[in-house]
């Protein structure tokens, strides 16, 4: 599967992005996605998953209760909602695509990327 990240930008602190990706080429709804970011430096890190029927759904703790996962298998699109944005969330923003059991958030489980999208959040 292809992943095609896109919907990141300039936000001030307190302001809101919705991050989509796009799969193609492969079995979306065979795949549990994920969203992770990185920062120049540093390991990429897990922000949210999302399983295959959205039963189940994780986030990272520097992001829980701000953001949303969603995906929408007709489509073939993962979403991440990001509310309450802090300069700290300034990153790299990566879809990731895995299939057999359950989210993780590990990166290297992960067999397809997205090429990311940067978010930005400054005043």
């Known amino acids: 599967v292809q992943l095609q990240a896109s919907g990141g930008g300039l936000v001030q602190p307190g302001g809101s992005l919705r991050l989509s990706c796009a799969a193609s080429?492969?079995?979306?709804?065979?795949?549990?996605m994920a969203w992770f970011r990185q920062t120049p430096g540093k390991q990429r890190e897990f922000v949210a998953g999302?399983?295959?029927?959205?039963?189940?759904?994780y986030y990272g703790n520097p992001v829980k209760g701000r953001v949303t996962i969603s995906r929408d298998n007709a489509r073939s699109t993962v979403y991440l909602q990001m509310d309450s944005l802090k300069p700290e969330d300034t990153a790299v923003y990566y879809c990731?695509?895995?299939?057999?059991?359950?989210?993780?958030?590990?990166?290297?489980?992960?067999?397809?990327w997205g090429q990311g999208t940067q978010v930005t959040v400054s005043s």
């Open positions: 990731a695509a895995k299939t057999g059991s359950g989210v993780g958030m590990v990166p290297k489980i992960y067999r397809a």
């Open positions: 080429g492969g079995t979306f709804s065979n795949s549990n």
């Open positions: 999302v399983n295959l029927s959205e039963t189940d759904r």
